[in-house]
């Protein structure tokens, strides 16, 4: 853990003055030409309606460092669904905060804050935990050690559950998409291999639960965030860019199609 401290350190210089909202990534990027998604299609008797998709979480579902300002995933994903054969029109109602963390969006369901932006979603968007995994960066930057990250894993994905729990109890059937975490150290190194285990710890956990769901969607992102050979960092080495973004909503969209997705009046 030591190189990882040194690791940390020159990384967190380097953002000095950004709020460090944690995000990760752990193979290699895959390269901007991916397949073109096939168009979802709805049933003949389908009466066009407007769409409303609910974004919760931290700041990649907020669209920090979208510099394009089109509203990051959640706003790129909107943009193809408003062509889709039946839609009339989506709008969005985002509730993601910059630096918000798995108990800070536990307590807004358990204090009735999102009740109303939950209940009238057609689809949901959620991005939690890197923040989690970041409060433990910063609380032991100078005596990181591996248990202190499964520890903080056990009561996250208590967390979780919590939250999606909460969620399908406001809205039992609106799909909804879980955004995978990523690791900004290997914008730096290739030797954070500690670091690679703690973030797929936390996606395998969002996984399961997510899995469990048959509405529901989870979307690995971590690859398109491995260094930089794509350019996908905005200038704060933490968020993504606009071209980040485009490849997490070409990913979404793929997984959509793959997780059978589709609008339903």
């Given at each position: ?23 990760f990534?752990?193979?290699e990027a ?7 998604v096939t168009?979802?299609?709805v049933?003949?008797?389908f ?10 979480g931290?700041s990649l ?28 029109g ?10 918000r963390?798995?108990d800070?969006l ?30 433990i960066?910063?609380?032991?930057l100078f ?8 520890d ?14 909460a ?15 990523y ?36 979307v690995?992102?971590?690859?398109l ?17 606009s071209?980040g973004?485009d ?19």
């Amino acid at each position: 853990m030591k190189r990882i401290l040194l690791i940390v350190i020159l990384l967190m210089g380097i953002v000095a003055g950004c709020s460090p909202t944690f995000i990760f990534g752990i193979e290699e990027a895959e390269p901007r030409n991916e397949p073109a998604v096939t168009p979802y299609t709805v049933p003949p008797n389908f009466i066009p309606q407007a769409v409303i998709i609910t974004a919760l979480g931290d700041s990649l579902s907020q669209g920090v460092g979208d510099v394009e300002n089109l509203g990051g995933y959640t706003g790129r994903v909107a943009a193809e669904m408003r062509t889709w054969q039946g839609i009339e029109g989506v709008a969005i109602e985002n509730t993601a905060k910059r630096g918000r963390r798995s108990d800070q969006l536990l307590a807004m369901f358990q204090q009735g804050e999102l009740t109303g932006p939950v209940a009238e979603a057609d689809y949901l968007t959620m991005t939690i935990g890197g923040n989690d995994v970041m409060r433990i960066v910063k609380r032991d930057l100078f005596s990181l050690n591996m248990q202190a990250f499964a520890d903080e894993l056990i009561l996250y994905e208590n967390r979780f559950d919590n939250i999606f729990t909460a969620i399908r109890d406001i809205n039992p059937n609106a799909p909804m998409i879980i955004m995978g975490i990523y690791n900004p150290f290997s914008l730096i190194t290739d030797e954070v291999e500690e670091f690679d285990q703690i973030i797929a710890s936390y996606n395998e956990a969002m996984q399961e639960r997510t899995e469990a769901d048959p509405q529901a969607c989870f979307v690995p992102v971590s690859d398109l965030f491995a260094g930089n050979k794509n350019l996908v960092y905005h200038s704060d080495f933490f968020h993504p860019n606009s071209k980040g973004y485009d490849l997490m909503t070409k990913r979404i969209l793929k997984r959509m199609e793959e997780c059978g997705l589709s609008y339903e009046e």
